[in-house]
């Protein structure tokens, strides 16, 4: 908004007080239309063309975004995308729990439903239904066309997705390994997309590993919040954008908090100050990187054994823990 003293400045002829009156009456609709119908007219940053572009030309894409990146926002547009797109589209949204879908998930959902869809309908074929309390009626919604999606949570039994086809399935924060190797196969049918979005918190994950390990950074971006040298492979004060993952037709972005200009990024720096590299990693720039001090915190040279000192006699045992997960 233009400060007093620009608008009078602005306003000393009438040619002036007019082309000002119709800026600023234009620059209120696209506040009021990006709040109304965020679908049509919201604000929409550059790395998301870069994430539509990946998912264009792949199968998978994995979304790792530091706190408050607005991954979330941007997963919740495609599926609306995906919805309003095809005819008898099927989208399948998936959150840790069915109370955190309510509270994280199923709101920026409704949130990008176009405006005229936002009204209770029930008829033959549509069923749209939401409350602030408690989501969309039985976790799903139907839309005039006949596109359906549905809200589902990792911690229902397996069983629940066998039979599922869908053309967008949209896992928020980290899905379980087991449960990711059952959903693709669930996209098989409609030739389907798959989203997987988070923030990895818990570090380098069977999941996380199962994206991106042995994948290729194909770009990458400035890191203020670490200037020096943060990767082996990467450039110094960078940190990874997008990725061409080993998995044929799968590609990885990461979205940097600072990217979201609804979010108070200047908080974050503070909150961030003097922590580990390995947070700042974490909650700025969505990167969790791989190693033994996460598995093995008390792991040194002591537990290195050369060949020198193995008995060239005797018999050799390996003690494992067989966890089904690994």
Known sequence: LPSREDAAVACQTKAGEKAFRETMYKRGLAIYNEFNDPFRYGYEPDHWKTADKLLDESDELLISGGNRSGKTEYAAKYAMKTLIGKKDARVVCFHTTHQSSLQNQQPVIYKYLPVEYRRKMKGRVENVSYSQKNGFTEN????????????????????????LEAD????????????????????????????????????????????????????WRDSELLPGKNLPAGPEGQMPYTMRCRRPRANAIWFHTKWNPFNPYSELKKRVYGLHQGEVMVRAYGWATATSGAQFPRFNDDHIVSHAKVPAEGVNYMVADPAGAR
């Open 168 to 219: 967008l399935i949209w896992c928020d924060e980290l899905v379980p390994m087991d449960l990711l190797e059952t959903l693709r196969y669930r996209l098989v049918t409609r030739a389907g997309k798959l989203i997987v979005s988070f923030t990895p918190i818990e570090g380098y994950s069977m999941t996380v590993k199962d994206m991106i390990s042995g994948g290729e950074v194909t770009e």
């Open 140 to 163: 799903t919604f139907i839309l005039p066309e006949g596109a359906q999606c549905w809200f589902m949570h990792y911690s229902q039994d397996r069983r629940t997705v066998e039979g």
